[in-house]
């Protein structure tokens, strides 16, 4: 079955379907809370919706009649794809946060550096790409650290040897350090291999 994956402008053609393992990674926040990083279905469409309908959000891009509902759908389809995945963070019943997984870079992004993909050692068709927002009054907190070590969890449960994402926000700069990857230096990529037990916790 083919199904399209859409961000922002771009789309993308993708096989889906497959069976992935249960994945959860829970994990206390600065502001006393708990987080929980999951796969999202069908029951979470409508925090998904509530998520994307908040300003300043991944969605943004997608703003128009509808955007909401579109980028939920596609959330729970690619959570299901073979070759994608995309997590939810959840505060209580509520989504904070979200991440996907893609194989692909998307048509507005620049290609990944393969200088730095050779440097670390993978091959451009082994690293997924991973695109991560939280919501603005949940910065800080910890939420995005969650959701990179569900990309990480998620993306070796794919067959990922590791995940790169867009450095552009010294956060991520922060989180991919903690974890023990690499940023490209003087560059827009950063890469968490899936292969070692990477999390420092200080
Ligand atoms: C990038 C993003 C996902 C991080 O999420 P988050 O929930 O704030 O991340 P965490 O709280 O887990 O960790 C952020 C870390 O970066 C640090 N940090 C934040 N802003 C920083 C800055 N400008 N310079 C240096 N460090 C910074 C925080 O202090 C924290 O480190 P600490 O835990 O050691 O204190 C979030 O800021 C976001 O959604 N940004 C908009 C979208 C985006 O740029 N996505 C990334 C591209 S895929």
Not at 8 to 37: Q, W
Not at 80 to 95: P, Q, Y
Not at 106 to 122: K, N, Q, S, T, Y
Not at 123 to 144: F, L
């Amino acid at each position: 079955m083919q199904s399209v994956h859409r961000f922002g402008t771009a789309s993308v053609r993708a096989l889906s379907t497959s069976a992935k393992p249960p994945m959860s990674v829970v994990r206390a926040l600065k502001n006393g809370r708990s987080v929980e990083v999951l796969r999202p279905t069908e029951d979470h469409r409508a925090a998904l919706v509530a998520f994307a309908r908040r300003p300043i959000t991944m969605f943004d891009a997608m703003a128009g009649p509808g955007h909401a509902e579109a980028a939920a759908d596609d959330y729970v389809w690619n959570a299901k794809s073979a070759r994608h995945d995309a997590l939810v963070a959840m505060v209580d019943a509520k989504v904070v946060g979200v991440a996907q997984l893609d194989p692909d870079v998307h048509e507005m992004e620049a290609p990944i550096d393969a200088g730095f993909l050779e440097r670390c050692g993978v091959e451009r068709s082994e690293v997924c790409v991973a695109r991560t927002v939280v919501a603005i009054d949940w910065q800080n907190q910890g939420v995005g650290s969650a959701l990179k070590e569900g990309q990480i969890e998620a993306a070796r449960a794919m067959g990922y040897r590791a995940v790169v994402s867009d450095s552009s926000h010294a956060a991520v700069h922060r989180i991919v350090s903690r974890l023990g990857g690499t940023v490209q230096p003087g560059g827009l990529w950063t890469l968490v291999s899936t292969e070692r037990p990477t999390v420092k916790r200080q």
